[in-house]
């Protein structure tokens, strides 16, 4: 779809992220907020026969060109597509800074358990090759090296800062607009 299609269809909101119908159409209603949520945790927007993922469509049309790559969410929120929040990133950039998986049990990513050595381990992957950073008698000192590491190896796209939901609320993660503008 082009620019100028799309930008018949909707308006973005870049302060709020909100994209909004600009006419009336099939299961269209002129200014109603547009998409919904999808499976994934990502808002979507049916356009046709095809469904847009929200964050590319606000790209889009506050850039007016279509992202290269894919698009990161800075503070890790999939539903927040103020334009602050948004950077266009290879999918290795996009990788280092995915969240917890489901199986981890230390409550933080790149740290686990040790049952031979009975230590907490610290690993980091880099351009698709496992470092290990090392093993430490406590989780604490554990999950320090593993941020250092996250910050020598990632920079910007460190994803520490954000994630541990326990350790952060959603207002604070949300905040990063307010850091960046």
């Not at 990788?95 to 690993?123: E, H, P, Y």
């Not at 460190?158 to 607009?177: D, F, K, L, V």
Request: aromatic share 8%; glycine share 8%; with cysteine.
């Amino acid at each position: 779809m082009n620019i100028n299609e799309l930008k018949s269809l909707l308006s973005y909101e870049p302060d709020t992220g909100v994209i909004r119908w600009v006419a009336k159409g099939k299961g269209r209603i002129k200014k109603k907020e547009a998409g919904t949520l999808l499976h994934s945790g990502y808002a979507g927007i049916c356009i046709g026969p095809k469904r847009w993922q929200s964050h590319r469509i606000a790209w889009a049309l506050h850039y007016g060109e279509w992202p290269k790559d894919q698009i990161d969410h800075i503070n890790g929120i999939r539903t927040d597509n103020r334009i602050c929040n948004l950077r266009e990133a290879s999918n290795n950039q996009n990788g280092k800074n995915l969240g917890l998986s489901k199986a981890n049990t230390s409550g933080f990513k790149g740290v686990c358990f040790d049952k031979q050595t009975g230590k907490w381990r610290a690993i980091i992957k880099v351009n698709f090759k496992q470092i290990n950073i090392g093993r430490f008698v406590n989780l604490q000192d554990a999950i320090d090296a593993r941020i250092a590491a996250e910050q020598q190896y990632f920079g910007e796209w460190n994803r520490t800062r954000y994630e541990n939901s326990n350790q952060r609320n959603q207002q604070e993660r949300s905040a990063i607009c307010s850091a960046v503008l």
